[in-house]
């Protein structure tokens, strides 16, 4: 499984990107998808999540409201809309697969996204 993420760059505050992940492989399928981000100097966090079968999301306190992930299944992407961007939301974003319910176990390369205040 490969993941392939798209959509970073420089963003002013209140801003709304929005970031793709597109899954190729034979025959994808997944348990779930996952958005994580990483600022310079601290752990990497979970963003949000969506069930693949259901669709039914999830989401990090930080971003509750703000942001909006969704999937595509049949062209295996998921997407994450980000509004009301704040400068605390600088990161880079990546996306994951958790292909059985136990971890997420595929990354994609990470998107780099700024906002400036």
């Known amino acids: 499984v490969q993941l392939q993420a798209s959509g970073g760059g420089l963003v002013q505050a209140g801003g709304s990107p929005r970031l793709s992940c597109a899954a190729s492989?034979?025959?994808?399928?997944?348990?779930?998808m996952g958005w994580f981000r990483q600022a310079p100097g601290t752990e990497r966090e979970w963003v949000a999540s969506?069930?693949?079968?259901?669709?039914?999301?999830d989401y990090a306190n930080s971003v509750k409201g703000r942001f909006t992930i969704s999937r595509d299944n049949a062209k295996n992407t998921v997407h994450l809309q980000m509004n009301s961007l704040k400068p605390e939301d600088t990161a880079v974003y990546y996306c994951?697969?958790?292909?059985?319910?136990?971890?997420?176990?595929?990354w994609g390369q990470g998107t780099l996204v700024t906002v400036s205040s």
């Open positions: 969506i069930m693949w079968s259901t669709g039914s999301p």
């Open positions: 492989g034979r025959a994808f399928s997944t348990y779930r």
């Open positions: 994951a697969a958790d292909l059985d319910g136990l971890r997420y176990k595929f």
